[in-house]
């Protein structure tokens, strides 16, 4: 089945860096669109930004700049690569796989930004 596996989360000083990784296992990795969201506490959740399979990210404007997604397929990792944190960065942090019609995310993993 299919398993998403998040870490490389923390505590970080506003202005530092974070690289987040997601394994994946139970499908093909490299043919899928792979994702990150986050959420806020008291808020909803939101999308961070996404990879497709040949590559191509897109990135929410609130992170743009400051934030990369990349992909190991030879790994089954998705990255995300945080820069230049904010306090309003932390959030818990989900990967995120849509396949067909289903949806899956991981258990998420915390980031705090302390100013």
């Known amino acids: 089945q299919v398993k998403l596996v998040e870490s490389g989360g923390g505590l970080v000083q506003a202005g530092g860096s974070l690289r987040l990784s997601c394994v994946a296992s139970?499908?093909?990795?490299?043919?899928?669109?792979m994702g990150w969201y986050r959420q806020a506490p008291g808020k909803q959740r939101e999308q961070v930004g996404g990879?497709?399979?040949?590559?191509?990210?897109n990135i929410a404007d609130s992170v743009k700049g400051r934030f990369t997604i990349s992909r190991g397929n030879a790994k089954n990792t998705v990255y995300l690569q945080m820069n230049s944190l904010k306090p309003e960065d932390t959030a818990v942090y989900y990967c995120?796989?849509?396949?067909?019609?289903?949806?899956?995310w991981g258990q998420g993993i915390q980031v705090t930004v302390s100013s």
């Open positions: 139970g499908f093909i990795f490299s043919s899928n669109t």
């Open positions: 995120h796989l849509l396949q067909r019609s289903a949806q899956y």
């Open positions: 990879i497709q399979s040949d590559g191509n990210t």
